[in-house]
């Protein structure tokens, strides 16, 4: 079966930190991973997404990046934290074009 | 796209009623579409999905009906309950030569006692 790790759940950084989520999924090769953003009581925006190892699509200019270092690895950084990057952050994993989107639990990020 | 930023609409519906959303979808070459839902503090979990080769799907006391002529899809509970009570995306799975994996805007269900 399919399993998708997220961590940390809960993170809390001053304004101007660095930042890493990181995202590794069980259970398939080769998946489709993508990165989301949630602000309270809004829907889900699609930060980025890759299809395979180093290829990254961006979706929205911002301050944050992603990398695929390895097959089953997603990394979500930014180099310095803004109050606007407050968010949760999900992780989702897509196996071939066009199926069911399997999620992690996600981590909730507070930029003081 | 845009709607991402806007607050979520709210449906509320009382405990036993059944409940339905809508969700409107912009790709008409799109041949698939599924139902999430998202629980508090949670990621979304797949609820239901149809193909256009259909206009209905039943499931445990859910229904979607997809109407293409209009690009229209809902999502039917019946005999809502307090569990109920969550966010519920639609997802159009961009199968047009893109990977891109839109969500739409989310409707928040909230099942009164």
């Known amino acids: 079966s399919q399993t998708i790790h997220q961590w940390p759940a809960t993170l809390v950084q001053p304004v101007g930190s660095p930042l890493s989520l990181e995202c590794t999924v069980e259970?398939?090769?080769?998946?489709?991973l993508y990165w989301y953003r949630q602000a309270a009581g809004r829907g889900l925006q699609l930060l980025f997404y890759s299809v395979g190892i180093g290829q990254i699509s961006s979706e929205v200019p911002q301050n944050l990046s992603a990398s695929r270092p390895q097959d089953r690895q997603f990394i979500l950084s930014s180099k310095k934290l803004l109050l606007s990057d407050s968010g949760f952050y999900l992780c989702?994993?897509?196996?071939?074009?066009?199926?069911?989107?399997?999620f992690g639990q996600g981590t909730r990020l507070t930029v003081v | 796209g845009e709607s991402v930023g806007l607050h979520l609409p709210t449906l509320s519906v009382q405990e036993g009623d059944n409940s339905i959303i809508n969700c409107a979808y912009s790709?008409?070459?799109?041949?698939?579409f599924i139902w999430y839902k998202q629980e508090s503090g949670k990621g979304p979990q797949f609820i239901i999905d149809i193909r256009s080769n259909m206009d209905k799907r039943q499931g445990q006391r859910v229904t979607v009906l997809l109407n293409k002529t209009v690009k229209h899809l809902s999502l039917q509970i019946a005999a809502t309950q307090p569990g109920d009570s969550a966010v519920y995306f639609c997802?159009?799975?961009?199968?047009?030569?893109?990977?891109?994996?839109?969500f739409g805007t989310g409707t928040r269900l909230k099942v009164l006692a």
């Open positions: 989702a994993q897509v196996r071939g074009q066009g199926t069911e989107a399997f």
């Open positions: 259970g398939t090769s080769n998946p489709n």
């Open positions: 997802a159009e799975p961009h199968t047009s030569g893109t990977y891109k994996y839109i």
């Open positions: 790709n008409s070459a799109s041949d698939y």
